[in-house]
């Protein structure tokens, strides 16, 4: 059973344009949702996170958008670049030192 | 840099042989968790160490094990290699006492079973 379902798999933008991820999850015990970047043969870096009590988070460029009664959430990348094309993962936890439980991708490619 | 390092960055085994995998943790971290992560996909949680104990295991088979050190360093050691072990180990570290939540990753080790 797939916790965290995500899409687009892949997904290509103009420069300059906005990049748009989705996520669902199932387990309403989920209380963080951080999304990862990954470039090619490096790990996955924490990009920026949410908890359910909030319905937006903004960090520069990239927003967190959550819907707690549709259990999704989303990225949002403004103003696209080039060197934002990598993989880009959501995940969710639930307190107690439990694992994270991991979308399977989007594979961003910023075109000029 | 999240400060969390792994070695070897790359390894090559034949399909049979055992293999031990390396982390240390990011400073003030007390947590290690690995992950496998398959060519296209997420990351796959293996296990968890806290407190130089296993804190929770994933859907793998116990040819998969691991330690975890008094310094917090951990490593991961995978018996009877299978073809599908070939794949990106993450291992992951946190602070129990932040919540565990933010878990920052390091560059992984590229396992490739022939």
């Known amino acids: 059973q797939q916790q965290v379902k995500q899409s687009p798999q892949s997904l290509i933008v103009q420069k300059g344009g906005i990049s748009i991820i989705n996520c669902a999850y199932e387990n309403t015990a989920f209380d963080y949702f951080p999304w990862y970047q990954q470039f090619p043969g490096k790990g996955p870096a924490l990009l920026i996170a949410?908890?359910?009590?909030?319905s937006e988070k903004k960090e520069g460029r990239f927003t967190i958008s959550f819907n707690k009664s549709a259990k999704q959430f989303s990225l949002h990348i403004m103003d696209s670049q080039p060197g934002d094309s990598a993989t880009y993962f959501c995940?969710?936890?639930?307190?107690?030192?439990?694992?994270?439980?991991f979308g399977k991708g989007t594979r961003l490619s910023v075109i000029a | 840099e999240t400060g969390v390092t792994q070695s070897p960055t790359h390894l090559i085994k034949t399909r049979g042989q055992q293999v031990t995998l390396r982390c240390s943790s990011q400073s003030g971290h007390n947590t290690v968790s690995w992950y496998q992560q398959a060519l296209g996909q997420g990351p796959q949680f293996i296990f968890q160490?806290?407190?130089?104990?296993?804190?929770g295991r994933g859907n793998f088979p116990p040819r998969f094990s691991g330690l975890q050190f008094p310094n917090y360093s951990s490593e991961l050691n995978v018996n009877a290699l299978e073809l599908d072990d070939s794949a990106l180990y993450l291992c992951a570290s946190s602070s129990s006492s932040l919540g565990g939540e933010t878990q920052y990753f390091g560059p992984g080790t590229r396992l490739l079973v022939l």
């Open positions: 995940a969710a936890f639930y307190s107690g030192n439990t694992p994270l439980v």
């Open positions: 160490y806290y407190r130089e104990e296993e804190n």
């Open positions: 949410i908890r359910p009590d909030v």
